[in-house]
């Protein structure tokens, strides 16, 4: 068994603490607050986050990044997007001695365009670390902390330390995968948030199952596209971080994106959405960032471009889903085509 650092002590790092102590090793939970990391020690509770679900006594959480992360084998990073540059600045100002990073947030830096592992490996020094380890999946923090069947998917540039992390997290409620396509399930990770936001605002317009099928499916027709575009395998995007990932969170009011859509397709506006949620909404930022990705790659994103307008546009939901429902006639078969054609050529 393993130390290992878990920084971030929202929903999904609290649940994944919960895994990593069940399997036994020694887990020291990061919160950027001192109240807290004093309400889990004292309570063994994260009622804000992670309400009713009782957190084992072996887990310690502190708000001093220095103690958590010394003599760690092993970190996961497990904060929003917008705050890993942030949190690595000063990680490394603690680091004595080489880790594993794994990271498990989902998303895409607006501007940059750049995936989580490579902001991580912008910021750490690689001296202080062996890889860059992902993990994603279908996996809602609620149904993770009370053991119910999950699967994820880990990926790194290097398979075998992929293999120590999946050793790591692996037990018999929580399945573990590995994968070679780093860049297919980071994005696959990150970009299904941007179509659960639409799913959302489809339900809350009241369109029903048949118009949030139709979005889901040609939803992951623009991740693929777009990650192909980006050097990802086709395939993955039919796996656990594509597919699965895709229904778990646009058919789910556990999902945070579904909700806020939700809201949004109601009528609220999106600074009183975030205000209400409490908690970070990823795909908000994601869309800005895949929006300006797809012209940056000429890639078609008709609803991802269609809830840029929704959230940055002040757009009508329903003017845009008029906008999308009555697109220029096409084949289906087009995308998987131009996808394996572009595939094969490179």
Not at 92 to 118: D, F, N
Not at 252 to 280: C, F, I, T, Y
Request: aromatic residues 4%; glycine residues 8%.
């Amino acid at each position: 068994m393993g130390k290992v650092a878990v920084l971030g002590a929202g929903s999904w790092g609290t649940a994944l603490a919960i895994v990593l102590a069940d399997n036994g090793n020694d887990v020291q939970l990061w919160s950027h607050r001192e109240e807290h990391a004093h309400e889990i020690n004292t309570t063994h509770k994260n009622e804000k986050y992670l309400s009713g679900i009782e957190i084992p006594h072996s887990i310690h959480a502190s708000s001093d990044m220095k103690s958590v992360v010394q003599s760690v084998e092993h970190i996961v990073l497990v904060v929003p997007t917008k705050a890993i540059r942030e949190v690595c600045k000063e990680l490394v100002g603690y680091l004595t001695q080489e880790v594993t990073i794994t990271h498990a947030a989902k998303g895409i830096e607006p501007e940059t365009y750049k995936r989580v592992s490579e902001i991580i490996a912008e910021e750490v020094p690689k001296e202080y670390y062996k890889d860059i380890v992902v993990l994603s999946g279908p996996s809602h923090a609620e149904e993770v902390s009370l053991k119910h069947p999950t699967t994820v998917t880990v990926s790194s540039q290097d398979l075998n330390v992929a293999a120590t992390v999946q050793d790591l997290f692996i037990n018999e409620k929580f399945r573990v995968y590995t994968s070679p396509d780093l860049v297919g399930v980071e994005l696959g990770g990150a970009l299904k948030n941007i179509i659960a936001l639409g799913a959302g605002i489809s339900d809350g317009l009241g369109f029903g199952d048949n118009a949030k099928a139709a979005l889901i499916t040609r939803g992951l027709a623009e991740i693929a596209r777009l990650g192909t575009s980006m050097g990802a395998n086709p395939l993955t995007f039919s796996g656990l971080t594509g597919i699965g990932d895709l229904i778990v969170t646009c058919t789910s009011a556990h999902s945070r994106n579904w909700r806020a859509g939700n809201k949004l397709g109601k009528g609220a506006d999106l600074d009183q959405v975030l205000e209400e949620m409490g908690m970070v909404v990823e795909g908000v930022r994601t869309t800005k960032a895949a929006f300006q990705l797809s012209k940056k790659q000429e890639v078609d994103m008709p609803i991802t471009s269609g809830i840029y307008q929704i959230l940055f546009e002040d757009a009508d939901p329903r003017d845009v889903v008029t906008q999308l429902m009555t697109r220029i006639r096409r084949h289906e078969m087009e995308d998987l085509t131009n996808i394996l054609d572009d595939q094969m050529n490179n």
